[in-house]
C-alpha cells in the first residue's frame, strides 16, 4: 500500500517561506506522477501543484504561479513544494497525493493521499 507522509508545515509570517516535503514508501516512485493540494477551513479542497514523472513538467495553479515551486527527486523518493511570499490565504493544511502512470505526464487524477502538514500565515 502506497504510503506518502507530508512534513514541512507550520506558522510563518506573510511575506516568509516554507518547504513542505512528501516522502513515499512502498511505491515505484519514479513511476507516479504527484501533486500538491490543499484544504482551508470551511473550503473544499483545491489543486496547488504538479509534476510529472521525470520531473520536467509542472503544473501550477494560478494562486502558486509566480510563488510555489514543485520539484521531486526520485532518488529519494520525495517531492516538495517550496513556498515563497506566503500570504494569509495560504493558510491551509497541504496535502501531498499521486497517481501510478505508464505516460510521462500530469494527469488530473490522483488516488493516493498523504495525511496533510498544517500552513499557517499570520498578517
Known amino acids: 500500500q502506497v504510503q506518502l507522509v507530508e512534513s514541512g508545515g507550520g506558522l510563518v509570517q506573510a511575506g516568509d517561506s516554507l518547504r513542505l516535503s512528501c516522502a513515499a514508501s512502498r511505491i515505484r516512485f519514479s513511476m507516479y506522477y504527484m501533486g500538491w493540494f490543499r484544504q482551508a477551513p470551511g473550503k473544499e479542497r483545491e489543486f496547488v501543484a504538479a509534476?510529472?514523472?521525470?520531473?520536467?513538467?509542472?503544473v501550477y495553479a494560478d494562486s502558486a504561479k509566480g510563488r510555489f515551486t514543485i520539484s521531486r527527486d526520485n532518488v529519494k523518493n520525495a517531492v516538495y513544494l517550496q513556498m515563497n511570499s506566503l500570504k494569509p490565504e495560504d493558510t491551509a493544511v497541504y496535502y501531498c497525493a499521486g497517481r501510478f502512470s505508464l505516460s510521462d505526464t500530469v494527469g488530473d487524477r490522483y488516488d493516493s493521499w498523504g495525511q496533510g502538514t498544517q500552513v499557517t500565515v499570520s498578517s
Open positions: 509534476i510529472n514523472r521525470s520531473g520536467g513538467q509542472t
